[in-house]
């Protein structure tokens, strides 16, 4: 006799990665209301931890902590916490009273599955039902699965979930897994499944994995969460699950229940937060990847898709599952520090430029707006031009300075006459091999750490002049950035270089890293702004 699907809405457990488990307690309190009206079987209302409870956070002490939160509780519904297999004391865990929650789901990782069953044996003594959740499924062989499902059916949890912690599955991936376990695992035992949608596959693989089970008459559980809400890539949504098995498993789910949760509480998050598919996700996906390895390349250094591929693929597998900063910092900078010998560039750039002032055409919308004021600063003048990591067509330059790769492409395919006709100073980042009209700089020459947005292409060019002694320098369309990038440049096409939107912390970075270079200036050189800029320090 088959069974109807169950679905786990996990959003306040895994939101809590988005959020650092800040809900609030109008919020945690509303969703699981709407949860309940709704008629999700189960509801995940958090993690246990050690520390003690925070109000109006998902990180929960001890099972008291959650019963401020609950609104006359369902006795059709389950309310469950998560826990770590290792990183919760099982002594601050009381007996189940029946006031808060029901059950406790347990995850483990990859090779340590015995020591997260052992965790479910002890949860179970006290009275709770027990869920398990094994990490990174998709790195278990088939005598794995088989000595997992062995060892599961000692304790006789409610379900075993496989998850697909990287989102690299497909759905043999998936048939592969389901069919050892439903072979081994004890019948009562349902089997679950948490998807994370690095490949667009969440949604998908939900419905192939209720069909899967199906066919086989076990009891299915899903993840799922309000917009998808969790870490990285996210999950799959909750709206979409449940309207899917409404529609195609006869299950009743309120689907206005679901709205209102997402019209009342979710879409703050989604205007302040950012979660879901993304193509830096997508490699994590790819590569079996933790997604920390892709937030660390994206916040610290802005890392091109390109360039980030490339850094993840030169880990090892064992460390692409676990997530070494400094050891991702040290690929990054093998990747970045590409050598070339540069003294005879700076020399040519050097004699080429002699005494003669430098203008700098930073891309900000001012050299659109001002542009009748900066030609004629052009024309009275006659400074050497130097195109900063972009083209405006309006212009025409002696140089382009381009640091990053997916600006060096933009201009060659967007500007493709003008950017063959115009020399170009690259850095080592981009090519070691200039072709012709290029010339290669050092990246280290030119960039400074110590900010989390080091890599600004005007202040690298001025680091640039400042080695090749230039005396006088003007800069136009260095305006600072505004909170819609669009509103930030000539041209609203030319790619995104500030993926997370920190708009404010990256302006005041630039500003600090102007005053820097101002501080260690030559003796002598004179720098001014022809437009108005953020970072003007008379404006």
């Given at each position: 006799?088959?069974?109807?699907?169950?679905?786990?809405?996990?959003?306040?457990?895994?939101?809590?990665?988005?959020?650092?488990?800040k809900f609030g307690t109008t919020v945690m309190k509303g969703i699981i209301k709407k949860m309940q009206e709704a008629n999700i079987d189960i509801i995940e209302c958090g993690w246990l931890k050690n520390d003690p409870h925070e109000v109006g956070t998902t990180f929960f002490h001890t099972p008291s902590d959650l019963e401020q939160y609950l609104?006359?509780?369902?006795?059709?519904?389950?309310?469950?916490?998560?826990?770590?297999?290792?990183?919760?004391?099982?002594?601050?865990?009381?007996?189940?009273?029946?006031?808060?929650?029901?059950?406790?789901?347990?995850?483990?990782?990859y090779e340590k599955y015995k020591e997260g069953i052992n965790i479910g044996c002890k949860i179970k003594e006290k009275g709770y039902q027990v869920f398990f959740q094994a990490a990174n499924t998709l790195a278990y062989s088939d005598d794995d699965l088989i000595q997992l499902a062995m060892e599961v059916n000692h304790v006789s949890p409610v379900s075993l979930s496989v998850v697909d912690t990287f989102g690299a599955m497909y759905s043999d991936?998936?048939?592969?897994?389901?069919?050892?376990?439903?072979k081994y695992l004890n019948r009562e035992i349902k089997l679950g499944f948490h998807s994370h949608n690095n490949q667009q596959l969440s949604f998908a693989l939900t419905m192939h994995f209720i069909e899967l089970l199906e066919e086989t008459g076990r009891g299915a559980v899903v993840d799922s969460s309000l917009c998808g809400m969790g870490r990285g890539a996210g999950n799959a949504t909750t709206e979409l699950v449940a309207n899917y098995l409404n529609r195609k498993h006869h299950c009743n789910f309120d689907m206005n229940a679901i709205m209102d949760a997402i019209d009342m509480y979710m879409e703050q998050f989604q205007e302040n937060y950012m979660w879901g598919y993304s193509t830096r996700y997508f490699i994590a996906g790819m590569y079996c990847c933790h997604v920390n390895n892709i937030a660390y390349l994206m916040n610290n250094h802005r890392t091109t898709?390109?360039?980030?591929?490339?850094?993840?693929?030169?880990?090892?597998?064992?460390?692409?599952?676990?997530?070494?900063?400094?050891?991702?910092?040290?690929?990054?900078?093998?990747?970045?520090?590409?050598?070339?010998?540069?003294?005879?560039?700076?020399?040519?750039?050097?004699?080429?430029?002699?005494?003669?002032?430098?203008?700098?055409?930073?891309?900000?919308?001012?050299?659109?707006?001002?542009?009748?004021?900066?030609?004629?600063?052009?024309?009275?003048?006659?400074?050497?031009?130097?195109?900063?990591n972009a083209i405006i067509p309006n212009y025409e330059y002696d140089y382009l300075f381009i640091m990053n790769l997916v600006r060096y492409c933009y201009a060659k395919e967007a500007y493709a006459e003008q950017f063959e006709n115009t020399k170009k100073i690259l850095l080592s980042s981009i090519k070691t091999i200039p072709e012709k009209d290029e010339m290669i700089v050092n990246f280290n020459r030119v960039i400074k750490r110590g900010w989390k947005y080091f890599d600004n292409a005007v202040i690298d060019c001025l680091r640039l002049l400042e080695q090749l002694r230039i005396k006088n320098i003007a800069i136009?369309?260095?305006?600072?950035?505004?909170?819609?990038?669009?509103?930030?440049?000539?041209?609203?096409?030319?790619?995104?270089?500030?993926?997370n939107n920190d708009w404010d912390e990256l302006n005041r970075e630039i500003k600090d890293m102007l005053e820097d270079f101002r501080a260690s200036m030559n003796l002598g050189t004179k720098l001014q702004f022809i437009t108005e800029s953020e970072f003007d320090q008379e404006c």
């Open positions: 006799m088959n069974r109807k699907p169950e679905l786990l809405d996990c959003t306040l457990r895994d939101g809590a990665y988005i959020v650092d488990s609104f006359d509780k369902n006795e059709n519904t389950i309310y469950t916490v998560m826990i770590d297999w290792d990183r919760y004391d099982l002594d601050y865990l009381p007996e189940k009273n029946g006031k808060n929650i029901d059950a406790i789901r347990v995850v483990f990782p991936d998936l048939d592969r897994i389901v069919s050892t376990l439903n898709a390109k360039d980030m591929r490339n850094i993840i693929a030169s880990l090892s597998d064992a460390e692409r599952i676990k997530y070494d900063y400094d050891l991702l910092e040290k690929k990054y900078l093998e990747n970045q520090n590409r050598l070339v010998e540069d003294e005879n560039t700076l020399m040519c750039l050097k004699q080429e430029i002699g005494e003669r002032e430098v203008l700098l055409i930073a891309p900000g919308k001012s050299v659109c707006i001002e542009e009748e004021k900066i030609k004629k600063y052009i024309q009275t003048r006659n400074p050497v031009v130097i195109g900063v136009a369309g260095f305006d600072g950035f505004r909170h819609k990038y669009n509103e930030s440049y000539a041209d609203s096409s030319l790619p995104s270089l500030n993926p």
